[in-house]
């Protein structure tokens, strides 16, 4: 069936190409273009059709010949709408194909024929093809201005589709200056406009663009996050594409923080999309990010396996590129294998297909600049002729506007002088009438104003007893908020009562410090210890929520803890954090299919073993920080908090040992202080803190906390406290 369509389209395209040429060689008869008119311009129509079905086939060649043959057949109907949009695809073809000058020129038709038209719909759109061009070159200030423009033209229209295309372009430029910020504001900017207008597919994109920004800022947490939300529109919309794209992306990142296990699960899912989609360039980019993970992993065998993969793929699609990657990868494979022959034949193609394309490269850029230094010219030649004559034309209009001044001045001064004369006898004969009205009006108004001054008096009343209303509410108000405020520093009282004493601290650890600040008297955050002989546990955990609901969470946490370690005697600090789980979920009945809690805290556990001076530790939601020897390690924990929503049948942690060595420090803290934010609304930041630990680790424990409490309040300003701050730094 697809192939009997093929041939039909074939056959169609051959029929209208042929047709074309009869058109051009008939134009020598008058009588036959009269008669053939109707019949031109529906061939027109549908040829045009049918370029955009083969453009959007991608099938470039075709409709690039199909182009050049009907633009004669629309400038002979004089169809310059037709013609614009014939221009336009032509230009975005040359773009596809690299060729800028060409789609300069291109679309500079085009933009020429909507300015004729007065269609600013049309001229913002080729603005934005113009600026693609140049961003394509590198160009990037000239691609800005024509994204402005085209920006500026669609918020004057309020074409809300327009304005999110151009804010993404603009952002796609400030990311390759590398201006992250710069380019999430204008990425942000277009997602707001792609929810207001509830488009799934240009959500799915921005969410995709903000995924790599985060990505190249290395704050890859939010990068996967956004990765994630644009492969579930992606998912929903069968994007294969953008789902395949969004597979890899966040393989790559798992690839980058070593976390192996999720990078081969998401790249293998990549790889099985592009071959269902069928694109064998997508298939070479998974098989290249596979090879680089099997080498990452020490297995050479599958990376020369995968590498050759997107080698031969490469060929077929005749990918240089791809090619020269694919070689010089299998060349540094057989190179760690000590297979010094197959290294040097890979690394010789890979220097012969480099060389290739640095040959056609340079070719290609003198001549892209010899067709843009013409370009250019044409254009300077054709601005000044266009100055010339809008001289013309503005002194031509000048003079107008004179005399139509001129006749307008003389036309009202007339008006004026016969407007005066009226007024003037029909104000003379009604002064008399006027004035016996003002009289009426006059004593109509005192009366009025009797009346209203009843009615103040009548309000002040009411106003006076409103008032005393009032007070009395405000004294009741005042009692009630001081009668809250005495119970809540009563529960401060009691929570302050559960935690850790100095004397406690002091006695278990050569040197430490604990920085707790509540952000609402209470606080959602707390630190627990506990000894059981030779073994001492310490924990900082982060409660859902702060204040009073954060406090009694932390009661909960301290209860249970308790009951685990010192009751229960469970020492393994990843079952004691699954135990904490099902505790958890068990008081606040979040198995039950009513529940409406869906509180849960974020752990970090160490056990510490003082004969051994062996660390256990064991996360949910947070991280591990450890210095030795002036060197910080950030060990990372599981990312699933303790209690709340579960999905899995049964909920697992994972254990992870440590040798210390003299004078090491431990740091476990909630994400209080790196969510920090300064008066430009920045986060302190996870980097910022881990080297400002560095920076003071040599330091004792009582002089790192005011450097850390010192280093807060010149952060935060004169900003609100976002959330409560529990540190706890230990000195082995």
């Given at each position: ?13 051959v ?7 009869c058109i ?7 009588k ?32 690039s ?24 695809t032509?230009?975005?073809i ?5 060729n ?21 719909k049309?001229i913002?759109?080729i603005?934005?093809?113009i600026?693609?061009a ?10 800005l201005e ?8 669609n918020?004057s ?15 796609i430029?400030?990311l ?17 406009i792609?929810e ?9 994109v ?7 920004a985060?990505?190249?800022?290395k ?8 990765y994630?939300k ?10 294969l ?15 980058e ?16 999309t ?18 680089q ?14 590498f ?7 060929k ?5 590129e791809?090619c020269s ?14 297979n ?12 012969s297909?480099?060389d ?36 013309i ?20 001064l007339?008006t004026?002088?016969?407007?005066f ?5 029909r104000?003379?004969?009604k ?9 009426n009006?006059?004593l ?12 103040i ?19 009741i108000?005042a ?12 529960a401060l ?9 100095e ?5 278990l650890?050569?040197d430490?410090?604990v ?7 209470v ?25 009073v609901p954060?406090?009694f ?40 299919s009513h529940?409406?809690s869906?509180a ?18 064991a ?16 060990i990372?924990g ?17 254990n ?7 004078n090491?420090?431990?740091?476990l ?25 560095v920076?003071?680790c ?5 002089v ?7 280093m807060?309040?010149?952060?935060r ?16």
């Open positions: 069936m697809n192939r009997f369509l093929h041939c039909k389209s074939i056959s169609v395209l029929l209208i190409v042929f047709h074309l040429s051009s060689q008939e134009e020598d008869h008058p036959a273009q009269s008669t053939r008119y109707k019949e031109d311009s529906i061939l027109a129509e549908r040829a045009i059709y049918k370029i955009d079905s083969i453009y959007d086939c991608e099938d470039f060649s075709q409709a010949l199909l182009i050049d043959k009907t633009i004669p057949l629309c400038e002979k109907l004089n169809f310059p709408e037709q013609l614009a949009r014939l221009y336009k032509k230009g975005d040359y773009i596809s194909n690299d800028y000058i060409k789609a300069l020129e291109a679309l500079s038709t085009s933009l020429e024929y909507y300015k004729k038209l007065n269609d600013r049309g913002a759109d603005k934005n093809s600026g693609t140049y961003r394509f070159q590198g160009k990037y200030p000239t691609a024509y994204y402005f423009e085209s920006l500026k033209i918020q229209i309020s074409y809300k589709q327009g304005i999110s295309g151009a804010l993404n372009n603009i952002g430029v400030y390759y200056q590398k201006d992250f910020d710069k380019a999430l504001e204008y990425y942000f900017n277009s997602l707001k792609g207001e207008l509830n488009d799934e597919e240009g959500i799915g921005s969410y995709l663009n903000i995924g790599g985060y990505q190249k800022k704050e890859y947490d939010k990068a996967i996050d956004y994630l644009s492969l579930a529109i992606s998912k929903k919309l069968n994007n594409d953008a789902i395949g794209v969004n597979y890899n992306e966040i393989g790559s990142i798992y690839m923080q070593n976390n192996l296990q999720l990078a081969k699960s998401f790249l293998l899912e990549a790889l099985k592009f071959v269902k989609l069928g694109s064998k360039s997508r298939q070479t980019e998974s098989y290249l990010y596979l090879g993970y099997f080498f990452i992993d020490k297995n050479p065998e599958q990376s020369i396996l995968h050759t993969k997107a080698l031969n793929l490469a077929e699609t005749g990918s240089k791809y990657n694919a070689l010089l990868k299998l060349s540094e494979v057989c190179e760690s294998i000590n010094s022959k197959s290294a040097l034949k890979y690394y010789k193609e890979f220097i297909i480099r290739s394309i640095f040959n056609e490269e340079n070719t290609k850029q003198s001549v892209q600049a010899e067709l843009l230094y013409q370009f250019e010219r044409r254009q300077e030649i054709f601005k000044v002729l266009q100055v010339k004559k809008d001289d034309f503005l002194e031509k209009v000048k003079r107008q506007k004179i005399f139509r001044n001129l006749l307008i001045l003389i036309l009202v007339l004026v002088l016969i407007v004369i009226y007024s003037a006898l104000n003379k004969k002064a008399n009438i006027i004035l016996a009205i003002q009289q009006e006059i109509e108004k005192n009366e009025e104003l009797m009346q209203q001054q009843e009615e008096r009548t309000q002040r009343d009411e106003i006076e007893k409103k008032n005393v209303i009032l007070e009395n509410s405000k004294q108000i009692a009630k908020s001081e009668r809250i405020i005495s119970s809540i520093e009563y009282t009691i929570q302050q009562a559960i935690l850790p004493k004397e406690q601290l002091s006695e650890f050569k430490q410090f920085i707790f600040l509540p952000k609402d008297i606080s959602g955050d707390f630190f627990w210890i506990s000894s059981v002989q030779n073994l001492v546990f310490a924990a900082v955990i982060d409660c859902t929520g702060h204040g954060g406090s969470m932390s009661l909960i946490g301290n209860t249970i803890l308790n009951q685990i370690v010192n009751e229960w005697h469970t020492h393994d600090p990843s079952l004691i954090l699954e135990y904490l789980h099902q505790k958890i979920r068990k008081s606040l009945q979040q198995d039950e529940s409406k869906h849960s805290m974020d752990v970090c556990l160490i056990k510490i073993n003082r004969n051994t001076s062996r660390v256990t530790f996360g949910a939601n947070r991280s591990l920080l450890i210095i030795q020897d002036g060197k910080l390690e950030r990372q599981d990312r699933k908090s303790v209690g709340g929503f579960q999905r899995e049948s049964r909920r697992y942690y994972t992870h040992e440590i040798n210390l060595s003299n090491s420090c431990l740091y803290a909630t994400d209080g202080f790196i969510d920090q934010m300064n008066s430009e609304k920045r986060k302190f930041g996870q980097k910022q803190f881990s080297d400002l630990l920076e003071n040599d330091k004792p424990m009582s790192q906390k005011e450097i850390i409490l010192n807060l309040d010149k952060y300003g004169d900003e609100e406290q976002i959330d409560d701050i529990c540190i706890l730094g230990l000195k082995m």
